[in-house]
């Protein structure tokens, strides 16, 4: 009987593409028949014995198209599509399965195979290939059957003692490796007890020192998976094959921390269903994480540090230039700002010499009127005098004089207050007066705060000097009054205010502190991001409109450089108070 080219074709495309169907299959018999018990129990040696009958099918289907026959005098053994189930015999022989029993596992093999074929269509002629199939396996078992019996018993026991050496051998291959393994293994059965352990796992959990005390020992089941019973119970509910950990454990070594895995076993036999447990030493990578991170903390720590630094660098060199400047444009209105004053004074004098003139002149021009003394003359002297409204004149030119010279001293104050903000001075700390300088920086700031705010001042002339370095004490509460300002001016409103806004300045002693107390009547500052007031570039002004450097300028000029205190109250809706303290002891901190 013929196999058609399609129907060999087919039957060669549909095994190669079918060996883990096949391996299923094949496992499902052996394992509902009870044959795991004599087979392996790892899923590759179950894939070679497929892949070896699966090349000898394909070879006999490339040799003849003929369905191979049962003749009574052929030599099977000799059949080349034969020696893969002769050398399964052997294996099995040497593992002392009889010949009955491999029979048995053999016809289940056969199943499988007939199975792919009823489960597949598109053959021509499926019957055919059900009866090749047969025929294969039928000539197969011959062939092993034959050599099985032209074995004698001395032979096989002979081979069978060389299977067990080797086994032997095998198996204490394994234990040693097993045993040598640094890392601590444990082998739990299906119910998650402990079969067996290596020596490393023995010093972990038992302080056991001698390789292989728990492997010959009478006891085998001493020991419970160290607080993994949670994991395993999950692993047994959800089915799963693996599941890693991190656990700490007290040693007979100290404190160690292991990054725990557990995994299923690969036993597709199911003789040896249960769990590995291995247990990785992750204590110095911990420790080193750690470190690591610790240095990563303090690098982005001295990184911020830095960047601050710089930009209070970039502060302090963006207002000395404009300080230089200021001062060079204070010292150039000073010198025309005299010169108006002198000659505003001059004029005062003089106008009084002047006016003093003229009443006497008046009282003379009266007389020639009563005596008729040259008439004319002054009846022109008095149509003058009407015109131009004598009388007017002499009464206001005097508050005209006296106005500009209030004009020019507050000039004087505010170029004076500029140069005394803008000097560069020392960055030194020296005795200073905290009044004046709190003055100066109101007159200097008079132009951001004058349109929105009234400033009230309460400045205890009791004061001591304190030392301190002026320029960045002054720097502190300018920025502080120009916040007030922004806040109080956010609550009357940019354009036309109808009503100002208040900020009050209070100085006092308290005990070995002097306070500066600012408060203003703006809208206050919310409880969310109070503590954030002082952070780096922190604003809650629109883009453009705010640094948010100011604060955080003001905190460490008063805390960092000058060891004092600056504290916020705020009330939304009432204002905002801010107090700066400073000790009159000098005291250094962070190099201040």
């Not at 052929?74 to 010949?99: K, S, T, Y």
């Not at 010198?335 to 003139?357: I, S, V």
Request: aromatic share 8%; with cysteine; charged share 25%.
């Amino acid at each position: 009987m013929r196999i058609g080219r399609h129907d060999r074709d087919a039957l060669q495309d549909l095994l190669q593409c079918s060996e883990d169907w096949l391996i299923e299959r094949i496992l499902f018999y052996a394992e509902r028949q009870d044959y795991t018990q004599y087979t392996s129990t790892l899923k590759e040696a179950w894939r070679l014995s497929i892949e070896g009958l699966s090349t000898a099918i394909i070879e006999t289907l490339e040799r003849s198209d003929l369905v191979p026959e049962l003749g009574p005098e052929e030599d099977f053994i000799a059949d080349p599509v034969a020696r893969f189930g002769i050398l399964e015999a052997r294996r099995h022989r040497a593992r002392g399965v009889n010949l009955a029993m491999f029979l048995g596992l053999m016809k289940y093999y056969r199943q499988a195979y007939l199975d792919l074929l009823q489960e597949s269509a598109g053959f021509d002629e499926p019957a055919v290939l059900d009866l090749f199939i047969h025929r294969f396996y039928d000539r197969t078992e011959l062939a092993y059957c034959t050599e099985w019996s032209g074995t004698d018993a001395e032979a096989q026991i002979r081979e069978l003692s060389s299977a067990n050496l080797l086994l032997a051998n095998d198996k204490n291959k394994y234990l040693t490796l097993f045993e040598s393994l640094c890392s601590p293994v444990l082998l739990c059965d299906v119910a998650g007890k402990v079969d067996n352990y290596n020596n490393a796992a023995g010093r972990l959990l038992l302080g056991n020192r001698t390789s292989g005390e728990h492997y010959y020992a009478q006891k085998r089941h001493d020991l419970d998976p160290p607080g993994l019973q949670e994991e395993l119970a999950q692993m047994m509910a959800e089915s799963k094959n693996s599941l890693e950990v991190e656990k700490t454990y007290s040693t007979f070594d100290g404190e160690k921390t292991y990054d725990v895995r557990i995994e299923r076993m690969l036993d597709v036999s199911r003789k040896f269903s249960g769990y590995t447990i291995l247990f990785n030493d992750i204590t110095d990578r911990r420790l080193w994480a750690e470190q690591l991170q610790d240095i990563n903390h303090k690098q982005q720590a001295l990184i911020e540090n830095l960047n601050r630094t710089r930009l209070q660098l970039v502060h302090s060199e963006k207002m000395a230039a404009i300080g230089q400047l200021a001062s060079g444009v204070a010292h150039e209105i000073n010198t025309p700002t005299q010169y108006f004053g002198d000659n505003t004074r001059f004029l005062q004098e003089a106008f009084a010499d002047l006016a003093a003139c003229l009443k006497a002149d008046q009282r003379l021009l009266a007389a020639a009127e009563r005596n008729d003394l040259l008439g004319e003359q002054a009846r022109e002297a008095r149509t003058k005098a009407e015109e131009i409204d004598l009388d007017y004149l002499t009464g206001e030119i005097p508050n005209a004089i006296r106005q500009s010279l209030e004009g020019v001293e507050r000039i004087s104050a505010i170029v004076s207050a500029m140069q005394e903000f803008a000097r560069p001075g020392t960055k030194e700390k020296t005795d200073t007066d905290i009044n004046g300088a709190i003055m100066s920086v109101v007159n200097v700031s008079a132009n951001q705060w004058r349109y929105h705010a009234d400033i009230e001042t309460d400045l205890d002339p009791e004061l001591p000097p304190v030392p301190c370095v002026p320029g960045e004490f002054n720097q502190a509460v300018l920025n502080i009054i120009l916040n007030a300002a922004n806040a109080v001016a956010e609550v009357v409103g940019e354009e036309n205010p109808t009503d100002k806004g208040r900020i009050t300045i209070r100085t006092r002693r308290d005990g070995d502190w002097i306070a500066v107390v600012i408060s203003d009547t703006g809208a206050g500052i919310p409880d969310e991001i109070k503590s954030k007031i002082f952070d780096p570039f922190f604003t809650t002004r629109d883009v453009g409109k705010g640094t948010g450097q100011g604060l955080t300028i003001a905190y460490s000029a008063i805390v960092e450089k000058h060891a004092g205190t600056i504290d916020m109250e705020s009330q939304q809706g009432k204002g905002t108070t801010f107090v700066i303290r400073l000790p009159i002891v000098p005291v250094e901190r962070n190099g201040g």
